[in-house]
């Protein structure tokens, strides 16, 4: 399973950028996938998750209500739409891909088993 990641960039705080994550190797259907960050110097942290379907979401705090994970199942992709970023956003961004499991380890890394790059996104003051 390959993951590419794309769509970070160099945006003004309170503006707008949608990340996407191509996924290949699979059945793309098959797997709930994941958004995490990691800021410099911090550990990674968990933004959002969805389920096989897109019927169910998961937010951390921090970015709920800003940020909408979607996934379009005939692309294979899964998008993270991200509104009114603030600097504290500013980290690279990772998808990630996971079969089964409980919902209540959406949150946790260790539980997704296939990994992107990463692509960085950067909000400027």
């Known amino acids: 399973v390959q993951l590419q990641a794309s769509g970070g960039g160099l945006v003004q705080a309170g503006g707008s950028l949608r990340l996407a994550c191509a996924v290949s190797?699979?059945?793309?259907?098959?797997?709930?996938m994941g958004w995490f960050r990691q800021a410099p110097g911090k550990e990674r942290e968990f933004v959002a998750a969805?389920?096989?379907?897109?019927?169910?979401?998961d937010y951390a705090d921090s970015v709920k209500g800003r940020v909408t994970i979607s996934r379009d199942n005939a692309k294979n992709t899964v998008y993270l739409q991200m509104n009114s970023l603030r600097s504290e956003d500013t980290a690279a961004y990772y998808c990630a891909a996971r079969i089964g499991g409980s919902r209540n380890s959406w949150r946790s890394e260790s539980g997704y088993a296939y990994w992107g790059q990463g692509t960085q996104v950067t909000v400027s003051s």
């Open positions: 190797g699979s059945t793309f259907s098959s797997y709930e």
């Open positions: 969805i389920n096989y379907n897109g019927g169910n979401t």
